[in-house]
C-alpha cells in the first residue's frame, strides 16, 4: 500500500482579509512531489484557509490513489488537535470542512501530525503564490509554479504582498524573509525602536550595495520573476560582506525585539515597511548587475522545473506501461430531455423527478442505435432517478443488457433551488447563488449538497464501478454534475472547471481507467448521432 505526505497551509491576509491556501502531495518512500495545489479564495479567515488548503491536500492524495494511506503535517494546531479528535469543533464554520476532509478517506488511514512553520516552506509558499495570484486578479498555475524550487533553494516565501507566513494574519504589503523585512514592532518605545531598526536597515543596504551578487540579490532575482535561488547568483560578494549583512539581519531582529509599549507602534511600523521597500528595490537594483549568464542560467532552471511539473501533470497517463491491459472503459450518457431541460431549470436528485419527454425518448433511441452500432458495451449502470432509468432501459433492450442501478451516479440535489431557473434563483437567493458559484463548498439553499460532496461521492463510485468492471466497458447513464465531476477528476482540474464544460441532453462521453490508477478522458458531448 502507498503511503503519501500531505503538507498543507492557508492563510489570510487581514484575518478575515484575502486568502489562499497550498497543498503538496509526496511519496513518502521517496520523497518525491507528486503533486503541488493552491488556490485564491477571496475574503477568508486563516482557520478557513488552513482548512480549504486540508481539504485540497487530501483529494488530491486521493485522486492519486484513493486506496493510499496519507501521514497530513501542517503548522496549524488548531486544525491539527481537531482532525485527530483531541480538540471539540465548537466553530460553524469549521466543523462542515472538518467533516467533508473526514470522508476523503476511510477511518484510520489519515494520521495527523503539528510541525513547526520552518517545516512547512513548501505549502506555505504555494498559498503565498495563491493569494499573489489572486491580488493580481489571476489563477494560481501549478505550471508556473517556483514554490518547490524556492523551497529547495532557500528563498523566502511569498511574492509581493507575502505576509510572510501562509497562517500570519499580516496586513497586504507586509514582506516576510528579506534582510531589512521586519515585522511590526511590539510594544514599547516606538520611536526608539523605530531608529534602531533604520539604523541596522541601514547597515543591510550598505551590505547588499557592496556584495552586487550575494543572498539579498539572489532574492531579488528570484522575485522579479527570472528565479534564482539563493546562492545561485555569480557570487562576488567577500566573507566580510556577507559578515555585514547577516549583521545587518541580527541588528534589526534584536531592534525590533528590544522594542517594548504599544502607543506609538503602528507609527513605527509603517517607518520599518518604508525601509523595507527601499532595501528591495535596493536588491533588486544590485541584481540587474548580476552577469547575463547567471541571469540565463537562473531562467533555465525556472523552465525546466515549470516543464518538470507539466509533464508529471499532463503527459503521465498517455505514457502508461503497454503491460497493464485492458483498462475499465465508462462511457457516460447523459439521460434524454425532460419538460424541465431546455427551460433550463435545476433539476436535480432533491426535485419532482420528471421523466423523459418525447424528444427525449427519441435521444436515447437514437443513442442506442450508435451503441448497437459500436457494439462495445459490455454493462449498463444507472442513476435511479427516472429519466436516467428510462434513458437506460431503451439503450439496454437495444443491447440485449440488464440495467442495474447505482446510487452513487444520482444528480447532485439542489436543494430549494430545484425547479427554478439560474436567473430566479439570483433573484430569489443572490448570496447563496454567489458562494455557490465562488466555492465547491458551498451548498444551495436549504441544504442542498455542494460540489465538493458530489466529488466525494462520485470518486468513491468510480473506484467501486472501477473494481468491478476492470478490462471492461460499462454504459454509465447518469446527470450533468456526475459526467462533469467525472471528468474533472480524471483530467485533475480544479473545481471550477465543471463550470467550463458544454454538456448536453443525451450526449456521450468517455473516460478510460487503467491498473495504475491514471485515466485517460477519451471523448467529451459528443452529440453527432443526434443530428
Known amino acids: 500500500m502507498r503511503e503519501f505526505i500531505v503538507e498543507a497551509d492557508g492563510g489570510s491576509r487581514g484575518n478575515p482579509g484575502p486568502a489562499g491556501y497550498g497543498a503538496v502531495v509526496s511519496d513518502a518512500a521517496t520523497g518525491e512531489t507528486l503533486r503541488e495545489t493552491a488556490e485564491y479564495i477571496g475574503v477568508a479567515t486563516n482557520n478557513v484557509a488552513e482548512y480549504r488548503g486540508l481539504l485540497a491536500g487530501l483529494r488530491a492524495a486521493h485522486a492519486l490513489d484513493p486506496t493510499a494511506t496519507v501521514h497530513v503535517r501542517m503548522d496549524s494546531k488548531l486544525v491539527i488537535e481537531q482532525m485527530s479528535g483531541r480538540w471539540k469543533i ?26 513547526p512553520r520552518a517545516q512547512n516552506k513548501h505549502a506555505d509558499r504555494l498559498a503565498n503564490e495563491a493569494m499573489d495570484a489572486g491580488a493580481r486578479g489571476e489563477q494560481w498555475s501549478e505550471t508556473e509554479s517556483t514554490a518547490e524550487l524556492d523551497t529547495a533553494g532557500g528563498g523566502a516565501s511569498g511574492g509581493a504582498g507575502a505576509s510572510g507566513g501562509a497562517g500570519a494574519s499580516g496586513s497586504a504589503g507586509a514582506s516576510g524573509s528579506a534582510v531589512g523585512a521586519v515585522p511590526p514592532e511590539p510594544p514599547g518605545d516606538a520611536a526608539a525602536g523605530a531608529a534602531r531598526v533604520r539604523g541596522a536597515l541601514a547597515e543591510g543596504r550598505a551590505a547588499a550595495a557592496t556584495a552586487g551578487s550575494g543572498p539579498d540579490a539572489a532574492r531579488a532575482s528570484t522575485e522579479s520573476g527570472r528565479g534564482v535561488p539563493a546562492g545561485a547568483a555569480s557570487g562576488s560578494a567577500t566573507d566580510d560582506t556577507d559578515a555585514r549583512a547577516a549583521r545587518a539581519v541580527e541588528g534589526a531582529r534584536a531592534a525590533q525585539a528590544d522594542a517594548d509599549g504599544d502607543t506609538r507602534a503602528a507609527k513605527a511600523d509603517a517607518d520599518a515597511r518604508d525601509d523595507a521597500g527601499v532595501l528591495k528595490a535596493d536588491a533588486r537594483a544590485c541584481a540587474g548587475a548580476v552577469n547575463a549568464d547567471a541571469e ?123 425547479g427554478l431557473t439560474f436567473a430566479e434563483v439570483r433573484e430569489r437567493h443572490p448570496e447563496d447563488l454567489n458562494a455557490w458559484l465562488a466555492s465547491p463548498d458551498a451548498e444551495p439553499t436549504g441544504g442542498g449538497e455542494s460540489f465538493a460532496a458530489t466529488a466525494t461521492r462520485l470518486a468513491a463510485t468510480r473506484d467501486r464501478l472501477v473494481a468491478a468492471h476492470a478490462g471492461r466497458t460499462v454504459l454509465l447513464v447518469t446527470h450533468v454534475t456526475p459526467i462533469k465531476t467525472l471528468v474533472r477528476l480524471a483530467l485533475g482540474a480544479p473545481p471550477e472547471s465543471l463550470f467550463r464544460m458544454e454538456l448536453s441532453a443525451a450526449s456521450l462521453s468517455v473516460v478510460a481507467y487503467y491498473a495504475d490508477g491514471n485515466a485517460s478522458v477519451r471523448l467529451l458531448n459528443d452529440t453527432s448521432y443526434l443530428r
Open 296 to 418: 540565463t542560467r537562473a531562467a533555465q532552471a525556472v523552465k525546466a522545473g515549470a516543464d518538470t511539473r507539466a509533464a508529471k501533470t499532463v503527459a503521465a497517463p498517455g505514457w502508461a506501461p503497454a503491460d497493464m491491459g485492458a483498462p475499465a472503459t465508462f462511457v457516460l450518457l447523459r439521460h434524454g430531455e425532460t419538460p424541465l431541460t431546455p427551460q433550463k431549470r435545476f433539476s436535480g436528485s432533491g426535485g419532482t423527478d420528471p421523466s423523459l419527454s418525447d424528444t427525449g425518448r427519441e435521444q436515447a433511441e437514437r443513442a442506442a442505435a450508435m451503441l448497437a452500432r459500436r457494439g462495445t458495451i459490455q454493462a449498463v449502470v444507472s442513476s435511479p432517478l427516472a429519466r436516467t432509468r428510462e434513458t437506460a432501459g431503451i439503450v439496454a433492450a437495444r443491447l440485449g443488457l440488464d440495467v442495474s442501478i447505482d446510487d452513487g451516479l444520482r444528480e447532485t440535489d439542489f436543494g430549494a433551488w430545484e
Open 90 to 115: 465548537k466553530h460553524p464554520d469549521m466543523k462542515p470542512l472538518a467533516a467533508q476532509a473526514a470522508r476523503i478517506f476511510p477511518p484510520g488511514r489519515v494520521t495527523y501530525e503539528w510541525i
